[in-house]
């Protein structure tokens, strides 16, 4: 099946810093890419939607300052936490899909700490 | 906005009992898509269902897409400690590019 991988796994970082997440499919190409959050005990939240060589759409509330998505090719997306907070910490994964209306396969997601 | 809920939040089962988990949509939906997201986990893919009334089954589980396409259930035939997990149903908006909106989820937990 399609192999999504997420890097780093884990992050800790101190208040401030900025944080970069990658997301590559490894077995198909993606032409589209998801982000979501998900905080502890809770369902998974879209923040963004992005599409190879184009700029991200970003879900209401998610601001595209704060969350900077960059999907430079069909097998890469990223995502910058800039100027993490502590409100920041969370469970961030990503899916790809090289077909919108059919199946999203996950990244194993990145664990996010700020201190 | 489209909201997609779950019942129940959570279910505690013995091993060998059933499980049923509700999916309600506010909108039809295009497609639904069921996910297991193991404590500690990613979300994994377990099935979509497209048609209207549609019924599916992998081994115990058995999913149903309601006629009205904003409505979908999951049933677990005697459950087992590894179906433990968080039940997440995903809807494709009827007419929208892509977004998936996952449902609440429903924590099931089993024991012996």
């Known amino acids: 099946g399609a192999v999504v991988s997420q890097h780093p796994s884990w992050v800790i970082c101190k208040s401030g810093t900025s944080v970069k997440i990658e997301c590559r499919s490894l077995?198909?190409?993606?032409?589209?890419m998801f982000w979501y959050r998900q905080f502890p005990k809770q369902s998974l939240m879209l923040m963004a939607t992005?599409?190879?060589?184009?700029?991200?759409?970003?879900e209401q509330g998610v601001e595209k300052d704060k969350f900077l998505i960059n999907h430079a090719s069909l097998t890469l997306s990223t995502l910058t936490v800039t100027s993490a907070h502590p409100e920041d910490s969370s469970f961030y994964i990503c899916?790809?899909?090289?077909?919108?209306?059919?199946?999203?396969?996950f990244g194993p997601g990145t664990r996010l700490l700020v201190l | 906005g489209q909201q997609v809920m779950q019942i129940p939040q959570y279910q505690h089962v013995q091993e060998g009992e059933d499980f049923t988990t509700y999916c309600n949509s506010s909108?039809?939906?295009?497609?639904i898509q069921w996910y297991k997201q193991r404590p500690g986990g990613h979300p994994v893919f377990l099935i979509q269902?497209?048609?209207?009334?549609e019924v599916k089954k992998q081994k115990r589980l058995t999913f149903q897409f309601g006629e009205a396409k904003k409505n979908s259930s999951l049933h677990i035939t005697a459950t087992q400690t590894t179906d433990v997990g968080t039940y997440f149903c995903?809807?494709?908006?009827?007419?929208?590019?892509?977004?998936?909106?996952f449902g609440t989820g429903t924590r099931l937990q089993v024991t012996l």
């Open positions: 899916s790809a899909s090289d077909d919108p209306q059919e199946t999203q396969y």
């Open positions: 077995d198909f190409q993606a032409t589209t």
């Open positions: 992005s599409n190879e060589g184009s700029k991200a759409t970003y």
């Open positions: 909108t039809t939906l295009s497609n």
């Open positions: 269902l497209v048609k209207s009334g």
């Open positions: 995903a809807g494709l908006l009827t007419g929208t590019a892509s977004k998936l909106t």
